[in-house]
């Protein structure tokens, strides 16, 4: 009986020192695995931040054009009303002489 306690702990010491360096060895993989995805996911999201960065850029100098472009038209026809507000005002100023 002490003989099979014996051959029996013995085995399964043996068996679990076989497996303890492939468990180390499967974590190791999967840690290193995870970190590489981590890494990857960071830098898909840094690529992204940059693209939406530059989309937002364009996006910003394109809105500045066409308020500079609606400024100048406002400013024409701010000057249109002027010169026939004057016109109008020499015509009256005709008229009632």
């Known amino acids: 009986m002490a003989q099979n306690l014996l051959t029996v702990s013995a085995f399964l010491a043996k068996n679990l020192r076989l497996l303890q360096p492939q468990q180390v060895y499967c974590q190791q993989v999967i840690k290193y695995t995870e970190r590489i995805r981590e890494t990857g996911k ?6 992204f931040l940059k693209m939406q960065r530059e989309q937002l850029k364009e996006l ?13 038209r406002i400013e024409q026809l701010d000057k249109q009303i002027d010169s026939i507000k004057k016109k109008n005002d020499e015509r009256e100023k005709k008229t009632t002489s």
């Open 60 to 72: 910003r100098t394109k809105i500045l054009k066409e308020r500079d472009v609606i400024k100048d």
């Open 42 to 47: 960071v830098k898909e999201s840094v690529n």
